[in-house]
């Protein structure tokens, strides 16, 4: 079965630095998922990625899938207070059951 | 507006008492999943629905199991809750086939097993 990896678990930067996370697959991915969680409620999604080398950005923060679908970084520019939360890297798998699956999540903290 | 409402909240239960989670969506997705979420952890995805077809996971206890009598909604049931089973449940839906479209969620039911 497909897993996946996130590194680092936790991070706490100071306010306005970057930062990245990184989301490992054990299998090629179709269609990779990053969602946000803030303490005690649901996931928010924040970018969808499929193709091999896309890139994606939303505000202060850009997503990309490796050229060989198995690896994907979250990196966010400036971080602010407003980031903090649980990041959670989602996949789908191959075959046409609808599952999805998420890696163990990395907890950011900023310090303003 | 909210797509995706679970209710309720927060729930209450008794070890032992049987539970009851909704989930009701207003996007006619196709799939519906519940995921249990326990602290500092992953959500782990209990089972889904793909339309009528039921999807359980190989390693979700015999203590859950689920209805989805139409396609707003889904309800997780907890036979016997144990202590074990305090937990944030998570419910999504998605269209068609995950990995080319994403899953929206609810805000989650947090169970407390007393």
């Known amino acids: 079965s497909q897993e996946l990896e996130q590194s680092p678990q936790s991070l706490i930067v100071q306010e306005g630095k970057n930062l990245t996370i990184n989301c490992t697959s054990s299998?090629?991915?179709?269609?990779l998922y990053w969602y946000k969680q803030k303490y005690g409620e649901g996931l928010i999604f924040l970018m969808m990625?499929?193709?091999?080398?896309e890139e994606k950005s939303h505000e202060k923060i850009t997503a990309k899938l490796d050229e060989k679908k198995q690896q994907s970084s979250l990196h966010i520019t400036a971080s602010q207070p407003s980031h903090a939360g649980i990041y959670l890297c989602?996949?789908?798998?191959?075959?046409?059951?609808?599952?999805?699956?998420f890696g163990q999540g990395t907890t950011l903290q900023v310090k303003p | 507006d909210a797509m995706v409402i679970q209710n309720p909240r927060y729930q209450v239960t008794q070890f032992g008492k049987p539970v009851t989670l909704s989930c009701s969506q207003t996007?006619?997705?196709?799939?519906m999943y519940w995921y249990q979420q326990k602290s500092s952890q992953a959500p782990k995805l209990l089972f889904h629905?793909?339309?009528?077809?039921?999807?359980n996971e190989a390693d979700t206890p015999d203590n859950f199991q689920s209805r989805r009598p139409n396609t707003s909604f889904c309800f997780l049931d907890i036979r016997s809750p144990g202590l074990g089973d305090a937990a944030m449940y998570l419910c999504?839906?998605?269209?068609?086939?995950?990995?080319?479209?994403?899953?929206?969620f609810g805000q989650g039911t947090r169970l407390t097993v007393v």
């Open positions: 999504a839906t998605s269209r068609r086939t995950i990995g080319s479209t994403e899953a929206f």
């Open positions: 299998k090629t991915l179709y269609g």
């Open positions: 990625l499929q193709k091999g080398g």
């Open positions: 989602g996949a789908g798998g191959s075959s046409n059951t609808g599952k999805l699956i």
């Open positions: 996007l006619n997705h196709n799939v």
């Open positions: 629905y793909y339309d009528k077809d039921f999807n």
